[in-house]
């Protein structure tokens, strides 16, 4: 039987569809091709991940789409993962955001299997923004990035107001539509409070979420809440502007450690023509300490949009959904930060006292608290961010005030798309936008000396004045959030001078740009007889040689990475691992022709050589690519001569576990002086059975 991947219908042989001419596909063994679920035919699979298996599906009358996500049969015997799949649904019905991947249904199918059915979205994950941007040596624009992150800020504003806690926020959960509108998804491990918990904290001991993106609270198996996901924010608007991320390690625990214990980089180091105030809030929000970052995802908007106001016109490209950032949406984007945002409205007259103001309203949303701000002089950084940590925190704890003060829960912005409110549900009431104002002062442009401490005495003196003619109530939640703004402010402030003279100029042009027209050309390979399932890794390993050579004839060997390989010598890669939903086989070398830098460049001038390339396979198929930084001093190794059935035999005759999956790597390390395989059955604190062998070893 074969399948039309655009609209689900089935036919009996090969061949084009006959409803709309598209090519069909075998269904092979996937049984839920071509079958309906719900009123959806489903049409194709769109991936696979460590919990299931997410479908198109097409209504075959009116011709929409929706992404169907399917638990796996193994999950569906563990109530916990169960009830994880439906908190999913639970937490988007419950915020019903316009950034949050809409749910539409949810349901069992006969097989016990249970489903639920979201929106569909064209576009592509931020993950693969990055890395093209990366690839392709073009940084993303940062006023475009700020858009992005500001929108995404909103949907996390609205989901902390309801109690829930993401957890797992991270590049590849943010969805980018090729209008430039970013979509957050996969509400698996979040966290809906007990409202009788008094918050949105989940348990100890729980160690959920990825790795590079954790939080130190959740690497540390400790009480979370709202603050991580400010935490992951922080990593990810870290990673996209510079596009590294700030911690990486060799294994999980070092990793952890890092999250826990290493302050972050510098990421003007990375990226020179980083603003220092963008600077400032990445590092804010990747504090140690949950109270020393934003207080809450409003806070850190309203940074944001301070920080990014004054960019240039060309760092306002938008980021859209297609892999560039090139082209622009429809909808009347501008090379500006939106009219709605802070410090975005035109400098003042001389004649006019230079002030700021700020606004407040019910919502949660970032864009909803009105902040404007001059066009910026030489102002003191101190002042500066003193002003700017006060309005980001007082600006949340005013509103937070008088929500709470009239008993009445924020609003939450639903998309016009979504169904409203149940009938029984009660309108949320409008709380009236208070007419204080809070008005920094302005610094000389050339400060004489004491005018940093005259300056941060203006704002105080300002904040005095305001905060004197509110209610005792408000008085408080002000002056608390007054401290904590000074506190925030002293720690940039010594951030900031740690970080001088520690970058700031732009990095220099590559002297040695890889080669473009003599080098790896990306693209897809055939094995015989390709099954991700079980995938014959002495087989594939032949094959990859094979094929490298082809491509680059001087081709050496440098490593070998496998998981899921069962004793038989096969590998399943759809084994979901520690790093990703999936499993994959990969082989690396290097050529030693194009590891020898340009003679002419001269010696201590860093050269970025293009001699390292992969051959990888994985569900989705296998390919060949070649790697945007090269490692041309990894160390060679001939071609092994054990097989993953011989390994398992050596491991077996050790007491290894036989009904198991095994992780085999074959490189030669720093502390050693020849290839050695390195065999573990499990991941990071989980590792039931690990040894190392040489090809000495097999019979």
Request: proline share 10%.
């Amino acid at each position: 039987m074969f399948v039309c991947s655009e609209c689900g219908a089935t036919q009996p042989v090969d061949g084009h569809c006959h409803a709309d001419g598209t090519r069909v596909s075998a269904i092979g063994e996937d049984v839920l091709l071509g079958t309906t679920i719900g009123a959806y035919r489903v049409a194709r699979l769109l991936g696979i991940g460590g919990m299931g298996r997410v479908y198109k599906g097409v209504h075959p009358t009116i011709g929409s789409r929706v992404a169907i996500k399917v638990l796996s049969r193994e999950c569906t015997d563990r109530r916990d993962l169960v009830d994880r799949f439906f908190a999913e649904a639970k937490a988007v019905n419950l915020i019903r955001h316009e950034s949050i991947v809409n749910v539409l249904d949810l349901a069992v199918l006969p097989d016990g299997r249970p489903y639920i059915i979201m929106e569909y979205l064209d576009g592509a994950p931020l993950s693969s923004i990055v890395e093209h941007s990366v690839q392709t040596r073009q940084p993303l624009p940062l006023g475009g990035l700020a858009r992005l992150a500001v929108e995404v800020l909103d949907a996390l504003g609205a989901a902390h107001a309801k109690g829930i806690v993401h957890r797992d926020l991270k590049p590849d959960n943010i969805f980018v539509t090729p209008s430039g509108r970013p979509k957050v998804l996969d509400f698996g491990i979040a966290k809906l409070s007990d409202p009788g918990s008094g918050g949105g904290s989940t348990r100890t001991g729980s160690l959920l979420g990825t790795p590079h993106y954790m939080s130190p609270e959740q690497a540390a198996g400790r009480v979370v809440d709202h603050r991580a996901d400010i935490y992951a924010i922080g990593v990810i608007l870290f990673e996209c502007a510079t596009g590294q991320k700030p911690f990486v390690a060799e294994s999980l625990f070092d990793l952890l450690r890092k999250h826990v214990e290493e302050p972050a980089p510098s990421p003007r180091s990375i990226r020179g023509d980083l603003d220092a105030n963008m600077e400032q809030l990445i590092l804010c929000a990747l504090a140690k300490a949950p109270d020393q970052r934003f207080a809450n995802a409003q806070a850190m908007s309203l940074a944001l949009q301070h920080a990014t106001a004054q960019l240039p016109p060309d760092q306002w490209t938008p980021i859209v959904g297609s892999g560039t950032h090139r082209a622009v949406p429809s909808g009347g984007w501008q090379p500006t930060p939106p009219s709605t945002w802070a410090g975005s409205r035109a400098a003042p007259r001389p004649s006019e006292r230079p002030l700021e103001r700020i606004g407040h309203q019910s919502t949660v949303s970032a864009s909803s608290g009105q902040v404007h701000k001059q066009a910026p002089a030489k102002r003191s950084r101190k002042a500066l961010w003193i002003a700017l940590a006060a309005v980001a925190l007082v600006g949340g704890g005013l509103t937070v005030a008088v929500v709470n003060r009239n008993g009445e829960r924020p609003d939450t912005t639903i998309a016009a798309d979504q169904p409203p409110p149940p009938a029984g549900d009660k309108p949320e009431p409008k709380v009236a936008e208070p007419a204080t104002t809070v008005e920094p002062v302005k610094p000389p442009v050339k400060p004489a000396p004491g005018a940093e401490d005259e300056a941060e005495s203006a704002v105080a003196s300002d904040l005095t004045k305001v905060t004197k003619a509110l209610p005792p109530d408000l008085k408080k939640q002000v002056d608390d959030a007054t401290s904590a703004a000074k506190q925030l402010a002293r720690t940039a402030n010594i951030t900031a001078k740690a970080a001088k003279g520690g970058g700031g100029d732009p990095l220099p042009p590559d002297p040695s740009p890889p080669p473009s027209g003599d080098w790896v050309e990306d693209r897809s390979l055939t094995p015989p007889s390709w099954n991700p399932k079980r995938v014959d890794v002495a087989a594939f390993v032949k094959f990859a040689i094979a094929e490298a050579r082809k491509a680059v004839p001087d081709a050496q060997l440098t490593r070998i990475g496998v998981t899921g390989v069962t004793p038989d010598g096969f590998a399943n890669l759809e084994l979901p691992t520690l790093a990703s939903q999936h499993g994959d086989i990969e082989l690396r070398f290097i050529s030693p022709s194009h590891s020898k830098p340009d003679p002419k460049t001269p010696v201590g001038v860093p050269v970025e050589l293009a001699c390292e390339f992969r051959v990888e396979g994985d569900p989705s198929g296998v390919q060949i690519r070649a790697t945007f930084k090269s490692r041309c001093k990894e160390r060679i190794v001939p071609p092994p001569r054990c097989t993953a059935v011989a390994l398992w035999r050596l491991a077996l005759a050790n007491k290894a576990p036989s009904n198991a999956v095994a992780n085999i790597s074959y490189y030669q390390g720093s502390m050693h002086g020849k290839a050695r395989f390195f065999f573990d059955v499990g991941f990071g604190h989980d590792v039931v059975f690990n040894s190392v062998f040489t090809d000495a070893d097999c019979p």
